[in-house]
C-alpha cells in the first residue's frame, strides 16, 4: 500500500495536502457566521467488480455550484472538474469500503463583519470510510419536532448552508435525547418540511405523497432518484403538495431519504403506529431497488454511478454494463 493510502488527504486551498495540515484559523469567517455550502455524497464498494460506484456524483456538484452562488462563493471548479477531483482524492486513498464524500465552499477570510464584500473564498474535500447514518434495517421511532424549519427567506434550506445546520442540529438532539430516533420538522405554516436532515415520503392509497419544493426543503438527490424509480420500476406516482401534519398519522407507509439516511422506513409518529407499525412493502421495495441501483447490480442505472478505480483518469467514462 502507497503511503498516500494509508495517510488519509483533503483537497484543500487547491492541492491535495495531509488531513491534519487542512486547517482554518478561529477567526475564519465561514467558522464565526455559517456562512459555508456543502455537500454529502456517498461512493459504495462493489465486492464483484472491485470498484466504488460513487452515486450521483455530478448531480451533487451541480446543486453544490447553485447553492455556492446563491452566498456569493466563487468555486473556481466546474462540476465535472470537481467530479475529477473527487475520484482522484479516493482512488489515492486505496479505499476498499463504502465512503462518504464532503465537499465544503466557505467564506475564508479572517476578519470581523458578515457582509460578504471583499470576502475571498475557499474549498475542501475530504473522503472517509461511512458506515449508516441512522437504522435502515427496523422501522424508526419519530417525532414532530418543536423546532420549526427556517423560511426560504430568512436562511434558504434549499442551499445546504452549514449554518442551517444549527436548525438540524436542535431537531435531531431533541429527538434523541427524548427517545426517538429522528424528528420530524414543520414549517413556519405548520406543513411538514422533512427530517432533521432526510426528506420524507408517505404513503397514501398506494400512491407516494411528498411535501413539495415550495415548502422548505432540501431538494434532495435522493428524494428525485426514488420518485423516478418509484414510477419506472414500480409504476408508483408521487404527488408533491403542502402535507399536514396529522397526514402523517393517517398514512400506511412512511419513509426517510438521504444519502445519510439512504430508505429508512419509519414505524412510529409521535407514539401512533405508521400501519402496523413494521417495514411497509412500498418502503421495503423501494429500499431494495435503491441499493440494488447504488450498488452497481441494476444495469439500467449505471449512468447514475461513477467508478473510481475502472478507468485511468484520462479515459474515466461512466460505468459500462457488465
Ligand atoms: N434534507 C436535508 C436537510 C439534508 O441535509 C439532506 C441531506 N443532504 C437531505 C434532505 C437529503 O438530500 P440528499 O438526498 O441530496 O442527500
Redesign the pocket.
Known amino acids: 500500500m502507497r503511503d498516500s493510502a494509508t495517510q488519509r488527504h483533503a483537497f484543500f486551498q487547491g492541492r491535495l495536502v495531509p488531513l491534519e495540515d487542512a486547517k482554518v484559523g478561529v477567526m475564519t469567517h465561514a467558522l464565526n457566521y455559517g456562512t459555508g455550502i456543502f ?2 455524497i456517498r461512493g459504495y464498494w462493489n465486492e464483484q467488480r472491485e470498484d466504488i460506484y460513487i452515486f450521483r456524483l455530478r448531480d ?1 456538484f451541480v ?1 453544490f455550484l447553485k447553492n455556492t452562488a446563491i452566498l456569493c462563493i466563487d468555486v473556481p471548479f466546474t462540476a465535472d472538474e470537481l467530479v475529477e477531483i473527487t475520484t482522484d482524492l479516493v482512488r489515492m486513498h486505496e479505499y476498499r469500503q463504502d465512503v462518504y464524500v464532503r465537499p465544503l465552499a466557505y467564506k475564508s477570510s479572517e476578519q470581523i463583519g458578515v457582509s460578504f464584500q471583499g470576502v475571498a473564498d475557499d474549498l475542501s474535500i475530504v473522503a472517509v470510510p461511512y458506515g449508516n447514518y441512522i437504522e435502515i434495517e427496523r422501522p424508526l421511532t419519530v417525532c414532530v419536532s418543536s423546532w420549526r424549519r427556517s423560511d426560504d427567506n430568512a436562511i434558504p ?1 434549499r442551499a ?1 448552508v452549514s449554518g ?2 444549527v436548525n ?1 442540529a436542535l431537531i435531531k438532539n431533541e429527538a434523541l435525547v427524548n427517545g426517538y430516533d429522528e424528528g420530524i420538522v414543520l414549517n413556519n405554516q405548520g406543513f411538514v418540511v ?6 420524507i415520503f408517505l404513503v397514501r392509497d398506494g400512491v407516494l405523497v411528498t411535501p413539495s419544493v415550495a415548502d422548505g ?9 426514488i420518485i423516478k424509480l418509484a414510477l419506472d420500476e414500480l409504476g408508483i406516482s408521487t404527488v408533491e403538495r403542502a402535507v399536514a401534519r396529522t397526514e402523517l398519522y393517517y398514512a400506511d407507509e412512511i419513509f426517510f ?5 439512504q430508505l429508512a422506513p419509519v414505524g412510529k409518529v409521535d407514539q401512533r403506529l405508521i400501519g402496523k407499525g413494521e417495514v411497509g412493502p412500498i418502503s421495503a421495495r423501494l429500499q431494495q431497488l435503491y441499493f440494488d441501483v447504488v450498488k452497481g447490480r441494476n444495469p439500467k442505472y449505471l449512468d447514475w454511478l461513477t467508478p473510481v478505480y475502472a478507468a485511468a483518469p484520462a479515459q474515466r467514462t461512466k460505468v459500462q454494463a457488465s
Open positions: 455537500e454529502g451533487h446543486r434550506g445546504k442551517n445546520y438540524t422533512e427530517g432533521s436532515a432526510e426528506n426543503i432540501l431538494e434532495g438527490i435522493t428524494r428525485d432518484s431519504t438521504g444519502t445519510g439516511a
